[in-house]
T-cell receptor
């Protein structure tokens, strides 16, 4: 069965610092990979996704992620964090089997930003 | 364009009672998903509707949970009777098409069973 591991439950960074959130997945075939963000009181918003092609994916709000098959990783990065980036971030993998498009999520990483 | 809406935002009930959660997807989205996050755990898939049909209900925990999507528009998720372990945040999401098109999530319903 597929699974997603986000090893960091909570990360605190200073505004302007760089950010990397880790995500490792377990899936036999080529995965469909996603990063979502949830701000307080809001639903999850898609930041970016990887299906195939270029392994460096650009997303919204200045985020990017890199797919590394050899490491089964899909880490999220941002070169300079803004206070408004404080939120919870979820990595997810999609089942590429036919018919079901459910997402399997990690436990999430809560990001705090120090002004 | 309105996003995915869920009602109520919070619900507190006692063990053994019944609760019905509602989700209104984005207009025109045929796919509707229910997910649940129990505190401290992952967001887990419950089921997937395509229009009014259940495409995949492999994540439904037991027969105390009943999901419907009459007419292929809004959906309800009923828990009857509720147990303590049903507490959590229930998310609804909707999408277009038959692939991993973006799933748009609602803000969730926080259910507390006492």
């Amino acid at each position: 069965a597929q699974s997603v591991t986000q090893p960091d439950i909570h990360i605190t960074v200073s505004e302007g610092a760089s950010l990397e959130l880790r995500c490792n997945y377990s899936y036999g075939a080529t995965p469909y990979l996603f990063w979502y963000v949830q701000s307080p009181g809001q639903g999850l918003q898609l930041l970016l996704k990887y299906f195939s092609g270029d392994t460096l994916v650009q997303g919204i709000k200045g985020f990017e992620a890199e797919f590394k098959r050899s490491q089964s990783s899909f880490n999220l990065r941002k070169p300079s964090v803004h206070w408004s980036d404080a939120a919870e971030y979820f990595c997810a993998v999609g089942n590429s089997g036919a018919g079901s498009y459910q997402l399997t999520f990690g436990k999430g990483t809560k990001l705090s930003v120090i002004p | 364009e309105a996003g995915v809406t869920q009602f109520p935002s919070h619900s507190v009930i006692e063990k053994g009672q019944t609760v019905t959660l509602r989700c209104d997807p984005i207009s025109g989205h045929d796919n509707l998903y229910w997910y649940r996050r129990v505190m401290g755990k992952e967001i887990k898939f419950l089921l997937h509707f395509v229009k009014e049909s259940k495409q995949d209900e492999s994540g439904m925990p037991n027969n105390r949970f009943l999901a419907e999507r009459t007419g292929g528009t809004y959906s309800t998720l009923k828990v009857q009777p509720a147990e303590l372990e049903d507490s959590g945040v229930y998310f609804c999401a909707s999408s277009q098409g038959l692939h991993y098109n973006e799933q748009f999530f609602g803000p969730g319903t926080r259910l507390t069973v006492l």
